[in-house]
């Protein structure tokens, strides 16, 4: 036998379910899993990886469109896997599409934001697309597979 | 059938029917257009996001 210099995968999972905390906050009396939604966003605004928080700037407008967007589906908790001693990856994927139903979305957008509504709206990701528009129909925005390689959050080790 | 349109529900054989596709790496998206006399009066459009980027490789501190 031999030691492995390696992060330990079950801890991804668990950054995913907020099992480690090594600052002061939140307090997390809950057990159970957030809520998270999904927004639209106009093709020019600027959402990227410093966006910390849901905000409506920039946000799509338009009928049947509620600011903040659709709630996530969260069928499925997180997975974490070991494919050798030093590689792993954990990965979560929403089970479900987001659906946003007969709305007319006149102004272009590509982008959603998954943010935490449990949490102060604080962000999770960022996704782009291909410019869209919608005129009373319905915008859904299907989910990757939710797997190792393809899961819409994923924590690797590689 | 019966398509929900900027003019109320009307029947599609009174439209002009429009679809199309895109499919790269990042996204497979179909969209249908329906269109009354030259004026779009429906848009629908379905994403289906493919891979996304892997937030980062985390790596334990050598020593």
């Known amino acids: 036998m031999a030691n492995t210099q390696s992060m330990c995968t079950s801890f991804m999972g668990e950054l995913l379910t907020a099992t480690h905390n090594f600052g002061t906050a939140p307090i997390r009396a809950a057990t159970t899993a957030d809520t998270f939604k999904a927004a639209l966003y106009l093709s020019s605004a600027t959402i990227n990886a410093a966006t910390t928080v849901y905000s409506s700037t920039g946000e799509v407008t338009g009928t049947n469109y509620t600011a903040g967007g659709v709630t996530v589906t969260n069928g499925t908790a997180p997975i974490a896997t070991n494919s050798s001693a030093t590689a792993g990856v954990a990965y979560w994927t929403p089970s479900a599409s987001f659906v946003y139903t007969t709305v007319t979305l006149s102004t272009a957008f590509d982008t959603v934001l998954l ?4 949490q102060s709206n604080k962000a999770v990701s960022v996704h782009t697309f291909g410019s869209q528009t919608i005129t009373a129909g319905t915008f859904t925005l299907t989910m990757p597979s939710n797997t190792t390689t393809t899961a819409l959050l994923r924590l690797s080790t590689t | 059938m019966i398509v929900t ?12 029917h429009r679809t199309g596709t895109v499919d ?13 006399d030259g004026e779009l009066v429906h848009r629908s459009v379905h994403v289906t996001l493919k891979k996304m980027p892997i937030f980062a490789g985390a790596e334990a501190a050598s020593f």
Not at chain 2, 24 to 36: I, K, M, Q, V
Request: charge should be negative; proline fraction near 0%; glycine fraction near 4%.
């Open chain 2, 5 to 16: 349109t900027t003019k109320g529900e009307m029947d599609d054989s009174l439209l002009e």
């Open chain 2, 24 to 36: 790269n790496d990042n996204e497979a998206t179909t969209w249908t257009e329906y269109w009354l």
């Open chain 1, 115 to 118: 943010y935490n509504s449990t």
